[in-house]
Structure formats: C-alpha cells, structure tokens
C-alpha cells in the first residue's frame, strides 16, 4: 500500500468530516484573504509551501487549502505554566499579514491568557466552559514547564488556586491533540537546568497520552502554525523522532543546512568574535556553535519574518530545541567536545587542522541520532 | 460588611498574577492584595555555572521584555570583570534597546492595556463616516481610520458577534459604565489595536536585525556583541531605519492620538484619576545618545516632592520577605542574598463568588518579595523615568511633557494617576522612538573610522570578582549583582522592575505601588472588576521577571562604588 495515497485518503475523510461540523467564524477564510489584499495565487503558493515544509507531495496542497478553510472548526486552548512568555510573542510576531496569522486567526482560539479579553472569574470560565463544551476535540497548546515539587505548589492559576499540575492533567483529559510548545513544555527547559528547584518537567512527563513536542526557545511560528495544520488536515500526530518532534520541522541539524557550513568544511573559524573571520561570516564552531548537536529547521526558516537567526548575528547555535540543553550544552561560548550528548560521544575540539578529521568523526557520529521512533504511519 | 473579591487569572499581562480585594457596602476598596503565584528559582539555577553564560539564562526569566535582563546580566558580568567594551557596542546595544521599546510598549498599550479603554461591542453601533471625521481631531494625518477601514473593521466584529462565538474576546466587562469612548472612538481604538497587530511585527524584526531573533536575541556577549556583519552592512543599517520609520510614524499618528483621545474622554471619570497613591519614583540613566551622554536621568523623587529630586545610591535599598513566600533571612549584602522557598499556601473564605481558596493577607502570600529605598515602597517605570528626568530639568522630556499637557489642556498633577501613567508610556516610547536616532547616527560616524565590536573578557580562576549593572527596561529600573570565584558564578541576584511595583506589604506595614493604587477605587461591579483591571495594567505587569529579587537589608555596600550603567 502506497502510504502516501492512504495518508491523502485519511486527510479527505478528515476534512470531510470536519466540514460537517458547524462553522465557527462569520467569515471566509476568502473574505479574510480579500480584506488583506491576498490574492488566490498567494494562496496556492502558500500551500505549496506547507505542504512541502511538511515533507508532503505536491497533491496534498490541495488537502492544506482545505483545511486552511476550515482551521475555525478546531477549538485551540493554550495554557501558560511556568515560562516567560517568548513563545506567546514568538507567535504573535508572526510576518506580517500572511496566511500563516491568519490561520491562527480563523482558529477558534478559546483560551489564552495573554491575548484574551475576559480577565479573573470570568477567564476562568471561559476555560471550564471551553473544556467541557469541546470535550474531546480541542487542540490542547501547552507553554511552559510544569512545577512538580511540593505537590505543584510553585504554580497555581485561577480563582479556585488550581496548581498548574491540575490545570495540565485536566485539560489533557479531553484533548483531541496534545502540543508542548516550545523548550519548556517540551523538556522542562530553564526551571528545570540543575538543580531544578522547582522539580520542573516536561508536559509529556505528567500525562499519559502522546505530546507533541515542539523544542526551541522559543520554537518559529512556522513550527507552531505547521503543526497545527497537520493535525487539522489529518487529525493525527505527524513522523515524530526520538524525542516526539516533528520531523518535517526537527529532521535535519542545523549544522546540515547552516549557510556557514562551506567555511566548516574548508577549516574556515571564528577564532574571537569581532577578527576578521567574524567580519567574514566563516564557522562560528570554535567560538561555541551548537549546530552540529542541534536539530531545527533555524537556517532554512530564520526568525521574524526570515529577517535573521542567531548564527547570522555572529553568535552560534545554543542548542535551545534538544533536551537539557541548558546543562548539557554549557558553556554556549565554548566548543563541546567534552561531552556524552544523547549516548553518542562527541569529541570535537582540538585545535588547528587537527579539528577537522575530530569534528567530522564526532559529528558524523550524531547522523545516527536522525533515526525516528516512528513512521510516517505510526 | 466587606466582601472580598479574587481576581485570577490576571489576563494579558506576561506571567501569572491574582490580585484580592476587599470592598465595602459601597464597592469601594478598602484592602487590596497582590500576589504572584509562580516561582522558577532562575537564581537558584545560575549557580555555579560560567558567568560568561549568565545572559542567555538570565534572558529566560522574560520573553516580553526579552533583551533587558540578557543586557543587564552581560553588563554586571562585564562590571566585575573590569571589561570595557567598544563604542560600536554600546551604541548597537542601545538600537537594540530602542526596537525593544518601540514594540514592548506598542504591544502593552494595543494588545494588553486596551481593551481595558476600548468597548469592542459598542464600537458596532458607531458611524464609520463620522469616526473618519472624528479621528482627524486627534491627529492631521491618521492611519487606518478613513471611513472605509472603520467600515471593514466594524463589519469584522459584527460578524463575529453575530455568531455569538467571541473567541478571544469572549466574556469580557463590555457594557461597563466606567468604559468613556463614544461608539465612534472605541471604533478608532478598534482599527488601531488590529493594525498594531502588523506593525509591532516590523519592531519586532528591527531588534533581530542586530540581534539575530526576537524574542530571545542571542547577539551580546561578555566583551561586546557579534553582529558585527550587520553592522559593518549598509543595507542592513538602512533595513533597521526604514523599518524604524514605518513603527515611529505610527506611534505618532495612532499611539499619540489615541492617547490624546483617552485624555479627553477619560479626564474625569475617576476610576482612571487615582491609581498613583503612592508618590515615591526611582530610576536609573539610559539610552546612550552619544558617548556618555544619556537619554532619560538617574534619580529619586520622594512624596512627590520633584522639586527636590536626590541622587540614586543603591546602598539604600533594602529587601524584606515579612509576606513572601520564602524564609525570612537575616541581614544580608546584595552579593551574599538566598533565596529560600517556603510556601504557606491559602485561606478558605467566603467572596463575591463564594467560597474560595484566598491570600493569607496576614501572613506569607506572594512570591514577589517587597523591596524598598530607605524603606520606603517606589514606583519604577516610564512614569518614575519621565518624572525623575523632568524633575532633573531634562530638556527633551520637559518639553515632551509639557507639550502633552498644553495639547490635552491637563494639569501636571494629572501626570499623577492611572491615566498620567499610560500617557507617560507613550511619552516614552515617541522620546525613545525620535531621539533613538541619534544613537543610529553616532554609530554611523562611528563606523567611519572604528570597526570594534568586541574586547576579549579576562577570568582568573584565583580571584572573586563581584558587579552589578543598573538599566531602564520597559517596566523601569533592573539591576543585576554578581559574585564570581573560581571563574563560576557564586552569587547571582536580580532587583527588577515589577518586583519594586508588585511587592506585598513589608514588616512595617507598608504597601507597594500595585496594593495602594487600588485603596479608595470604586468599582460599578464587584464581580466584574474592571476598574481594578485597568489600574493594574497601567503598570504593564510582568511577573515572571518579579520573582527574581535579591534578599538583602538595608545593607551597606562599603567600598563597592556604584556608577549607573557602570561599563
């Protein structure tokens, strides 16, 4: 069986069976596009583009315009735990007027406390409501870790001084799809570095159904609003890897598709910010650069409407979308190659030409860490 | 008989906020309580780790005003290790500074503090035609307030409404008698917070441009900063000054006029003229025009006495747990402060929604500690800063006040409430906006003859080394202390700006600048607590910033000489 025509197969019952739920917004996602000057061909082309950042055949953009129209019959619900907030503003700074804000827009966003009107008891009730009214098909959005220590005592929300455990395993319950966002909901992130007072974790740790785990600090729109067209197209996770990312957005190092990576090969460094080799763009590798450890689509998709990403600030790649990286990546400054990172060993760091062949074997090495828990049918 | 109303989540701020209080027969409040309900122990964390990492840690502890603490954390570090970094550094972190101010405030007063001044539902009953005339009174030249946009804005919401499916607005106070815009202003404000939907996106990307993303720029380091490649690019600088153009242009055309609007509409409706009970200001030197020449003063105003503004000593500040959540410590310098959990939970009581879990206001109830200047609560942010700066006879702030003041036709004492506050906001953010430029062009000159970026910071590992750095964030003064010994961070402790605002009481009794703006506020509707909302936005909360705080008392910081921005 060709797993792509099942998967096209399943994606049209999906969206079959969603358009015969009741419509949510007034308007069209057509009149959306009209109001901000979009015009069917920006359309096309943008679904093109989902599809084949989704690692899909061209056929199924047909599917991701489909599904564009009816994002407003899938309830979100997103809920803050203990964070900063970023992946909030990592979304809302989305590049201006294009589809991917208007989905988000054509969402039907049920709750989320930075953007929502309501405020207090009234909030509160949105929530409830939301949980109870969409029972077992809302997209569930998580932001930040969980505080685990003390019984959940370092976080507690809403009138009824819920700690954020409760919150979390109560709105997984009747969730159609789970997704961390970001590093924090992910693996912990921040609050969880040694020692972890709070005894901080990831979603994932706390429920006992399948989340999918979007890392990064914060993680691209794009990853966000991907992840949830998959799930409006076909109602399923997508290909995870071995840590329940997607591997449309997640497959590939950074060092892989890094701009900087021909400096790389040609033994080309940064030996101190601001030498000349700053000034010409060579491989930041020697000055800390995490990218050959890190698996995120940075380099292809950038930050803030593609306008840059760390490494072309001159800084290198922190590690900020794998596990622990806060303790396991330390110090960012400095090479690793003095490390165990995800049970391979990565011994990377002697100096001169010596770097290359050490570099290249450690490096190597972390091709193995690409293969995936799951296929693309589960 | 008083009745207690709870009020969590505090939505549209960053983090997690309840506030608690207590009206009497005629809904006015008479005890207010505030009270953040998270704690992640980044300090804790920081230990033992390179202080060369400190900034991108530290950065986490905010994703709205991302940037502050990452600069603030690189400055101590550069503090302590006597590390003096570049002009071309100093400079390109100011542009940073200003993107970050431009979208941090625009994002507050739009999509945070708005819909606390903006009737959505009674925006649908407005005349487009007659709000298009309306707009032209607040500005010669507004943007997206023809009377086609408001039409196409206005037919959005009605459809929405039709539905009876709000989404995001959904439940909200509309219908409140406190909220003053006629249907045609609330349509204004309406078609402003959507186009600030696009326009903060271009602020946003003016800060990645020199600092790679944002949120969370990852281009500073210990010694300078490494866009160096942006920097050294014509066309990137051009990128930063078309993009400033098109966010500068708006805020003073839509977040000056709507401000202006707000001053008319709300001058006398007095649930927005309190809210500043409190008269003690606090702020610190920034925004780098020039070499050594500063933007917005340095400075202390007492009882609103701001004709007698003193110098900022940082040895005067001192800290107290009498009500947080943590192990009240003894007498402790800023560079040895603990932070030492110790939860007390809730107290069951009857409120305004019935029984419900509410703050123990007698005993341990935040995890925001209450720090004070010698001993007293201060008020930081825009408001402290444009205060201390008038009150130093600062030409550019004097003037921008003065010239809000005769175009609303206010008396200075308006400065001094809920209103002067967010006006003071905007004020800020067109100084920030306007004179940011000429940090871009002393850079510019600069760049002529220095390409610098960047002086390599020196550890030894036998030595202890201890700084701090003292700047303006967007909710007012932070400062960050750092102990280093055996070349790993011994000590790490932060004093920001929403602590200063959102402390509960001290061991004296004393309450901070969020619990007293709220005494004496009547509310319409004790269940439906908008007044409170609107006040406490004002402040422009950001609570997971607030419960980094050093424990200290009234210390004396001895030898160690504190110079504001000390690099």
């Known amino acids: ?378 | 008989m008083n009745k207690r109303v709870v009020i969590d989540p505090i939505t549209r701020i960053e983090g997690h906020l309840r506030i608690e209080v207590e009206v009497d027969e005629n809904n006015v409040i008479q005890k207010a309580w505030s009270s953040s309900t998270l704690w992640r122990g980044i300090e804790v964390i920081l230990k033992g780790r390179s202080p060369l990492d400190a900034g991108l840690i530290t950065q986490r502890i905010c994703g709205v005003c991302t940037y502050s603490h990452y600069r603030c954390a690189t400055e101590a570090v550069e503090n302590a290790l006597g590390t003096k970094i570049p002009l071309n550094a100093k400079l390109l972190r100011t542009l940073m500074q200003v993107s970050l101010y431009m979208h941090d405030h625009l994002v507050h007063f739009y999509h945070l503090h708005g819909l606390d001044w903006v009737d959505v539902v009674s925006a649908l009953s407005a005349d487009p035609a007659k709000a298009a005339r309306e707009a032209m009174k607040y500005s010669p030249h507004p943007i997206a307030a023809g009377e086609g946009d408001l039409k196409a804005v206005q037919d959005k919401v009605a459809g929405f409404v039709a539905t009876g499916k709000l989404g995001p607005f959904a439940n909200a106070y509309w219908g409140n008698g406190t909220y003053k815009f006629s249907p045609e202003q609330n349509l204004i404000a309406l078609s402003h917070y959507l186009k600030a939907l696009e326009v903060q996106r271009v602020a946003a990307e003016m800060l990645a441009i020199f600092g790679g993303k944002q949120p969370h720029p990852q281009s500073l380091v210990v010694g300078g900063v490494t866009s160096v490649r942006d920097m050294l690019s014509p066309a990137r600088l051009q990128e930063w000054k078309q993009k400033h153009a098109i966010v500068a242009d708006f805020i003073d055309r839509a977040y000056q006029a709507d401000i202006i609007m707000a001053a008319e509409a709300y001058g006398a409706e007095p649930s927005v003229l309190g809210g500043v009970a409190l008269t003690n200001f606090l702020a610190t030197d920034d925004f780098l025009l020039a070499d050594g020449e500063y933007l917005f003063n340095a400075g202390v105003i007492l009882n609103g006495d701001i004709n007698g503004v003193q110098d900022l000593d940082p040895s005067l500040i001192a800290e107290d747990v009498t009500h947080a959540w943590y192990s009240a410590p003894a007498s402790q310098h800023p560079f040895d402060g603990t932070t030492v959990p110790q939860y007390t939970g809730f107290v069951e009581r009857d409120t305004v929604y019935g029984k419900l879990p509410t703050l123990d206001g007698d005993g341990k109830y935040s995890w925001v500690k209450s720090p004070r200047y010698q001993g007293e609560p201060m008020e930081v942010g825009p408001l402290a800063s444009l205060l201390v700066s008038y009150a130093r006879g600062n030409t550019a702030v004097v003037e921008a006040v003065n010239g809000l003041l005769a175009r609303t036709g206010l008396p200075i004492g308006a400065l001094f409430t809920t209103l002067g506050r967010t006006a003071a906001r905007m004020l800020q953010t067109q100084l920030v906006a306007h004179e940011g430029l000429r940090t871009f062009d002393a850079l510019l000159t600069n760049l002529v003859s220095d390409e610098s970026t960047y002086a390599k910071p020196e550890i030894d590992p036998d030595k202890e080394y201890r700084g701090h750095a003292m700047i303006e964030a967007p909710r007012g003064m932070l400062s960050h202390w750092v102990r280093i010994k055996g070349g790993k961070i011994e000590n790490y402790q932060a004093v920001v700006p929403t602590t200063w605002n959102a402390g509960p009481m001290d061991s004296q009794g004393k309450q901070g600048p969020y619990e007293t703006s709220l005494i004496g506020l009547k509310l319409e509707d004790p269940t439906k607590p908008l007044e409170v909302i609107r006040v406490i936005h004002s402040f422009d909360p950001c609570m997971a910033c607030s419960v980094h705080v050093m424990d200290f008392k009234g210390t004396d910081l001895g030898e160690f000489r504190v110079a504001a921005n000390a690099i």
């Open chain 1, 1 to 378: 069986m060709d797993t792509h025509s099942a998967l096209y197969e399943l994606g049209r019952r999906r969206l079959q069976s969603l358009r015969n739920l009741p419509k949510r917004h007034p308007h069209s996602l057509a009149d959306k596009m009209a109001e901000f000057g979009l015009s069917r061909r920006d359309f096309l082309k943008w679904t093109a583009g989902v599809s084949s950042m989704l690692a899909l055949p061209l056929p199924f953009s047909n599917l991701v315009a489909e599904a564009a129209e009816l994002a407003d019959r899938v309830p979100l619900i997103w809920l803050h735990m203990a964070e900063c907030t970023g992946c909030s503003e990592s979304l809302v700074r989305a590049d201006t007027p294009n589809l991917d804000s208007l989905i988000f827009d054509q969402i039907s966003l049920e709750y989320h406390e930075t953007l929502m009107a309501a405020a207090g008891w009234q909030a509160e009730e949105n929530l409830d409501q939301a949980l109870e009214t969409y029972k077992g098909n809302y997209l569930l959005a998580i932001e930040g870790a969980v505080p685990t220590a003390n019984n959940g005592a370092f976080l507690t929300l809403g009138c009824k001084g819920r700690t954020g455990l409760e919150s979390v395993r109560k709105a997984a319950a009747g969730a159609a799809a789970i997704v961390s966002v970001g590093t924090c909901a992910s693996f912990g992130g921040v609050q969880a570095a040694y020692p972890n007072p709070t005894g901080a974790k990831g979603v994932h740790q706390v429920v006992d159904k399948t989340v999918i785990n979007l890392g990064g600090c914060p993680p691209s729109e794009k990853n966000i609003v991907g992840t949830l067209m998959y799930f409006i197209m076909f109602g399923k996770l997508p290909a995870l890897d071995i840590y329940n990312r997607p591997k449309w957005a997640y497959g590939a190092r950074v060092h892989d598709n890094c701009d900087r990576r021909g400096h790389f090969d040609a033994g080309e460094f940064v030996e101190q910010f601001g030498d000349n080799n700053a000034k010409q763009g060579f491989c930041l590798y020697k000055v800390g650069c995490k990218g050959p450890y890190t698996y995120n689509n940075c380099p292809t998709e950038r930050f803030n409407h593609h306008t840059s990403w760390p490494i072309q600030a001159g800084h290198g790649c922190m590690g900020c979308s794998e596990p622990n990286f806060w303790d396991e990546m330390a110090d960012f400054e400095r090479p690793l190659g003095r490390q165990t990172l995800h049970g391979l060993d990565a011994t990377a760091d002697t100096i001169g030409s010596v770097i290359l062949g050490a570099a290249a074997v450690g490096i190597g090495a972390h091709a193995v860490a690409s293969i995936f828990a799951r296929g693309i049918e589960e």
